[in-house]
């Protein structure tokens, strides 16, 4: 059972980046997965949630209009689609399961998840 990130890198202020999360030894079609973020000296944060099995998302203030979540449940894959990066947005980006909902107030708790990607490198800058 685990999950895997890729899809990180560096990109200019503007740009877009797609990142994905690849999971093995359960199905997405029954748990919910979140993508987190930490940015250096900075605690971790939820940034987006999505549940195949009953088709809700929910995105952070912080990347509302700009991030997209996605799945592909014959690749048992979540992927993030970043637009009009911001350097803000630099972080080591990490999936995660175990949450039961992507409605649930603890959707950004990190209590809430007992399985993490190794995480990938997300850079925006000039």
């Known amino acids: 059972v685990q999950l895997v990130e890729s899809g990180g890198g560096l990109v200019q202020p503007g740009g877009s980046l797609r990142l994905s999360c690849a999971a093995s030894?359960?199905?997405?079609?029954?748990?919910?997965i979140s993508w987190f973020r930490q940015a250096p000296g900075k605690e971790r944060e939820g940034v987006s949630c999505i549940f195949s099995g009953d088709g809700s998302t929910s995105y952070a203030d912080s990347v509302k209009g700009r991030f997209t979540i996605s799945t592909d449940n014959a690749k048992n894959t979540v992927y993030l689609q970043m637009n009009s990066l911001k350097p803000e947005d630099t972080a080591v980006y990490y999936c995660?399961?175990?949450?039961?909902?992507?409605?649930?107030?603890?959707?950004?708790?990190?209590?809430?998840?007992?399985?993490w990607g190794q995480g990938t490198q997300v850079t925006v800058s000039s």
């Open positions: 030894g359960f199905s997405l079609d029954y748990n919910p």
């Open positions: 995660a399961a175990g949450v039961s909902s992507c409605n649930s107030e603890y959707v950004q708790s990190l209590y809430e998840y007992n399985l």
